[in-house]
């Protein structure tokens, strides 16, 4: 492993536990730390192994491996969806179109729901006032009547 990785590494580490906020990533010192910016220290989830041997003749390198693992493990990452703005707004608009889209059906059927429950209704007072009326100009004819009878019998002449 690189000495630059490993500067990196450890300047994320750092960063991650609180040590130092101002930091100074050397992201750029090899091409390789450039390359992986957005793996190390980005917006990604990222998985490193460690390979270690167990031969005594390669215990330096086990034990700088395993620093060096100790040190990546402590990085924090905070991945998110890179998302097109323009997008999320299209996705939104689009979802209120449905939705008002079904509030104007929803709206269309019960205003026309209410239209016929009214038409009824004026239909039906329409008819109650038309029998009262015709029951009123039974009575007042019939009293009309009833008067006249009354008024050609007191008056002989006729």
């Given at each position: ?100 889209r079904n509030q104007l059906i929803e709206a269309e059927s019960m205003k ?47």
């Amino acid at each position: 492993i690189s000495n630059d990785v490993g500067l990196v590494i450890s300047a994320l580490a750092d960063q991650a536990a609180g040590k130092k906020k101002n930091n100074f990533v050397p992201y750029r010192d090899s091409v390789l730390t450039w390359l992986l910016k957005d793996s190390l220290g980005g917006n990604s989830k990222t998985v490193m192994v460690a390979t270690i041997s167990p031969a005594m003749d390669n215990y330096e390198e086990t034990l700088s491996t395993l620093r060096y693992a100790d040190r990546a493990k402590r990085i924090v990452n905070h991945a998110v969806v890179n998302e097109d703005p323009n997008a999320r707004i299209i996705f939104d608009l689009r979802e209120e179109v449905t939705v008002l889209r079904n509030q104007l059906i929803e709206a269309e059927s019960m205003k026309a729901d209410n239209l016929k429950e009214r038409l009824a209704e004026s239909e039906k007072l329409i008819q109650e006032m038309t029998l009262s009326w015709e029951d009123k100009l039974q009575n007042t004819e019939q009293i009309h009547k009833v008067s006249r009878g009354k008024n050609v019998s007191k008056n002989p002449i006729g």
